[in-house]
């Protein structure tokens, strides 16, 4: 009887290890912060940016996407603000992926350390035509191995330095997900764990 309760121990801790938690990570007037005084909200786009990602928004600090809309803020080039996404993690990380878009461009910070560059040189076409842009093909795209090494369970941070340098619409919009294994996880590899020491002791 010992033996098969040990087996049960030993088989839950490792078929069910592959169970994981996704955090998602997306632009909203919910989720992100900026450093502004003014609240971030979801803004009408500029009819020339890509369409907002799976679940998330294009967000700003004021009306600045669309110039047709009633009350269009125009940004001053040389503006820089900082948009913030706070989440925490339970384990270490097992995936990850991001994809960034903004107007005109943006640089990309995980928990302080800098990942990508803004493009600061132009030309501005549309948004930035090197670096992020607010384009799907000026998209910043990062996986776990870009991702993972700055994470680390608890709270985190990502934050987004988006640039106004050549024209009057101005957002930002990103999309993604951290992977980490479910709390439970760690409870059955340790029954797991403990049935291969009673499986030893047995011998």
């Not at 121990?9 to 490792?14: Q, T």
């Not at 776990?144 to 009057?168: C, M, R, W």
């Not at 957002?171 to 499986?199: K, M, N, Q, R």
Request: charged share 10%; with cysteine.
């Amino acid at each position: 009887m010992m033996k098969r309760l040990t087996f049960l121990f030993l088989f839950s801790g490792v078929f069910l290890v592959a169970k994981a938690d996704n955090v998602p990570i997306v632009s909203s007037a919910t989720t992100t912060t900026n450093s502004t005084s003014s609240p971030t909200q979801n803004i009408d786009t500029n009819p020339a940016w890509a369409a907002a990602m799976g679940g998330s928004s294009w967000v700003s600090f004021a009306s600045t996407g669309n110039p047709s809309d009633a009350g269009f803020v125009a940004v001053a080039n040389g503006t820089a603000v900082t948009f913030t996404d706070t989440f925490t993690l339970n384990g270490p990380v097992t995936g990850a992926y991001l994809a960034v878009l903004a107007d005109d461009t943006a640089s990309v910070w995980v928990n302080g350390t800098e990942i990508e560059a803004a493009n600061l040189t132009g030309p501005y076409p549309k948004c930035a035509a090197t670096g992020i842009g607010c384009l799907t093909t000026t998209a910043g795209l990062f996986n776990t191995a870009q991702l993972a090494p700055y994470l680390h369970n608890g709270v985190n941070d990502i934050q987004f330095k988006v640039y106004q340098e050549g024209g009057s619409s101005y957002g930002l919009d990103y999309a993604g997900a951290i992977t980490t294994p479910e709390p439970s996880t760690f409870c059955l590899l340790g029954a797991g764990l403990f049935g291969l020491a009673l499986l030893k002791l047995r011998k």
